[in-house]
């Protein structure tokens, strides 16, 4: 047991380091607390998820726009005026009732942040990246995903080279729902593909 009260018990091990390295950063005067919390809240809130739940409803809904996506996913997204760092060199992948789509980078943590914001902590840690190339299956299944066992599971490995959006399929239930409605069923994990739209609530 530790006794002392400056000890945060709760902090996983990546989110302690980053705290410390921030403390000795702002101590010292190379960094301000503020333009932290200005970028974290940007990337949070302002070109978090939100942005990649915009583009994943504007392609349910419009097939010229998923076409284009298929196609030139860089100037799709663009188009939208979703850029920015970290954000380049962008792939569309297509989830079916046939195949599956799942986002894993076995080297370090690249990650659309225009699109998807901060990576999550999950995303970033050596048992996903391993396992998510092993027993993509598996991995799934802990994250609530079932699939069939005829669905074919494609696992891509982002790099600063090439970095994937995944597009999950549409739920029921969402004829005539407007691109609004639509990008609140989509979650962030749908879009790493370790997780599901969500459904529309029945009436």
């Not at 200005?38 to 392609?59: D, L, S």
């Not at 970033?124 to 190339?133: E, F, G, L, N, Q």
Request: proline share 8%; charged share 25%; glycine share 6%.
């Amino acid at each position: 047991m530790h006794d002392d009260p400056h000890i945060d018990n709760e902090l996983d091990d990546m989110t302690a380091r980053v705290r410390a390295l921030e403390t000795i950063l702002v101590e010292k005067g190379l960094v301000d607390p503020a333009a932290v919390d200005a970028i974290i809240e940007t990337y949070e809130h302002k070109v978090g998820p939100r942005n990649g739940a915009a583009i994943v409803a504007r392609a349910w809904s419009e097939p010229d726009f998923a076409d284009w996506l298929r196609e030139d996913a860089n100037e799709a997204i663009a188009s939208m005026g979703f850029v920015g760092r970290q954000g380049e060199h962008m792939v569309a992948r297509f989830n079916t009732p046939d195949e599956h789509n799942m986002v894993v980078c076995t080297l370090c943590s690249c990650y659309p942040w225009p699109v998807l914001g901060l990576p999550p902590t999950w995303y970033k840690t050596p048992a996903y990246r391993s396992r998510a190339v092993r027993e993509p299956r598996a991995v799934l299944k802990e994250f609530g995903v079932t699939l069939p066992e005829t669905t074919h599971i494609n696992v891509w490995d982002s790099t600063a080279e090439i970095r994937y959006l995944v597009i999950p399929e549409r739920p029921e239930g969402t004829q005539g729902m407007d691109a609004a409605a639509l990008a609140d069923l989509v979650t962030r994990d749908s879009m790493i593909g370790c997780g599901q739209p969500l459904r529309p609530e029945t009436p």
